[in-house]
């Protein structure tokens, strides 16, 4: 089998390694498409923390089971989609309702999707993978993944259907967020941007833009950051309104310090979230989003292409050009 390795940021290359085999209750998948993801492109230009190197590359992924192992939870020739880590269930944050912060959730992660078979252990096999419908876009299977994120995000947020809510980032993660609001009967949302051609792509996709200097302070129940840029993460803050929350989506490397008005946090009393990764129920949500409304969410994909155009990818991605691409081995 062919798979992308990441040898260190910079360094990837495509190379022929041994096809797993799948043991009890694992999952080998023959991949149909596998999206990147604004952590790849982190990964691959500074390194990240949760991926470790040398390593497989990618973790987005849609395919086809080509190999049960026994007692599997489906069988070869199902078309399935699912994420890369599932929570243990066990563990004091599994207990407390906090699977997304789970002990071991990044202790057995699936990585290296960018590849022609992708082997899924039985944990995340039995949990966190759905079979998908007749006809169904393997390219729009790969979003449960960036998906789920989002969901843990709006679970934690809990917005009521009249709140205002801005969200600053038309890139992926803002985009999905976009949709997902919509879809959930929030009307009062606005997605703030700098790029003309990103903010059109949210038009079209039926949502409401605006640049980010149309930003209003002290405006919003609830501003979604979804820059990964520190500027944004420190000015958020202004823009929610007293008793608002402001929700901070894009990790900064570690050791970033970021500063905020202490009096403004407190006697506005706002309210500041940072979810990361995600329980199994946001999981589901994706999921059911994603089979309920797949055409909403194509336009997310900028383009199809084969598994060996990984380093033109990563070069239009740096340059800020499309949202994701999928790519098909
Ligand atoms: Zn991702
Ligand atoms: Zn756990």
Same mark, same amino acid.
């Given at each position: 089998m062919q798979q992308w390795i /990441?040898? $260190?940021?910079?360094q990837i290359s495509l190379e022929t390694v041994l096809k797993p085999t799948p043991n009890e209750g694992d999952l080998l998948i023959r991949v149909l498409a596998a999206t990147t993801c604004g952590t790849d492109l982190k990964a691959y230009l500074r390194g990240h923390p949760q991926i470790p190197m040398p390593g497989g590359f990618g973790h987005e992924w849609c395919g086809v089971v080509e190999k049960a192992g026994t007692g599997a939870k489906y069988s070869a020739g199902d078309e399935v989609c699912g994420v890369h880590t599932a929570p243990c269930f066990h563990c004091r944050w599994c207990l407390r309702g906090q699977e997304n912060l789970c002990e071991t959730i990044m202790q057995t992660k699936v990585m290296g $999707?960018?590849?022609t078979h992708l082997l899924v252990p039985k944990r995340i096999a039995d949990v966190n993978v759905f079979r998908l419908p007749l006809g169904f876009p393997p390219e729009v299977g790969c979003l449960i993944e960036p998906l789920a994120c989002v969901m843990e995000g709006y679970s934690q947020l @809990?917005?009521? !259907?009249e709140d205002e809510i801005a969200i600053i980032g038309p890139g992926a993660i803002g985009l999905l967020f976009a949709v997902a609001l919509q879809k959930f009967g929030h009307h009062n949302v606005v997605i703030y941007g700098r790029t003309q051609e990103r903010l059109r792509l949210a038009e079209s996709m039926g949502i409401r833009s605006a640049h980010t200097n149309d930003l209003v302070l002290g405006q919003y129940d609830a501003v979604i950051e979804c820059t990964g840029t520190l500027d944004v993460w420190q000015s958020s /803050?202004?823009?929610? !309104? @007293?008793g608002g929350t402001v929700v901070l989506f894009g990790g900064l490397p570690s050791g970033t310090q970021a500063q905020f008005d202490a009096g403004l946090l407190h006697y506005s009393q706002i309210k500041i979230l940072s979810p990361f990764h995600f329980g199994s129920q946001p999981v589901k949500m994706a999921w059911d989003l994603l089979q309920s409304y797949p055409d909403s969410f194509m336009? /997310?994909?900028s383009a199809k292409v084969g598994l060996q155009y990984l380093p033109e990818v990563l070069q239009k991605l740096q340059n800020r050009n499309g949202i994701k691409y999928a790519l098909i081995p």
């Amino acid at each position: 089998m062919q798979q992308w390795i /990441l040898h $260190s940021p910079g360094q990837i290359s495509l190379e022929t390694v041994l096809k797993p085999t799948p043991n009890e209750g694992d999952l080998l998948i023959r991949v149909l498409a596998a999206t990147t993801c604004g952590t790849d492109l982190k990964a691959y230009l500074r390194g990240h923390p949760q991926i470790p190197m040398p390593g497989g590359f990618g973790h987005e992924w849609c395919g086809v089971v080509e190999k049960a192992g026994t007692g599997a939870k489906y069988s070869a020739g199902d078309e399935v989609c699912g994420v890369h880590t599932a929570p243990c269930f066990h563990c004091r944050w599994c207990l407390r309702g906090q699977e997304n912060l789970c002990e071991t959730i990044m202790q057995t992660k699936v990585m290296g $999707s960018f590849a022609t078979h992708l082997l899924v252990p039985k944990r995340i096999a039995d949990v966190n993978v759905f079979r998908l419908p007749l006809g169904f876009p393997p390219e729009v299977g790969c979003l449960i993944e960036p998906l789920a994120c989002v969901m843990e995000g709006y679970s934690q947020l @809990k917005p009521d !259907r009249e709140d205002e809510i801005a969200i600053i980032g038309p890139g992926a993660i803002g985009l999905l967020f976009a949709v997902a609001l919509q879809k959930f009967g929030h009307h009062n949302v606005v997605i703030y941007g700098r790029t003309q051609e990103r903010l059109r792509l949210a038009e079209s996709m039926g949502i409401r833009s605006a640049h980010t200097n149309d930003l209003v302070l002290g405006q919003y129940d609830a501003v979604i950051e979804c820059t990964g840029t520190l500027d944004v993460w420190q000015s958020s /803050l202004n823009y929610v !309104r @007293k008793g608002g929350t402001v929700v901070l989506f894009g990790g900064l490397p570690s050791g970033t310090q970021a500063q905020f008005d202490a009096g403004l946090l407190h006697y506005s009393q706002i309210k500041i979230l940072s979810p990361f990764h995600f329980g199994s129920q946001p999981v589901k949500m994706a999921w059911d989003l994603l089979q309920s409304y797949p055409d909403s969410f194509m336009p /997310l994909i900028s383009a199809k292409v084969g598994l060996q155009y990984l380093p033109e990818v990563l070069q239009k991605l740096q340059n800020r050009n499309g949202i994701k691409y999928a790519l098909i081995p």
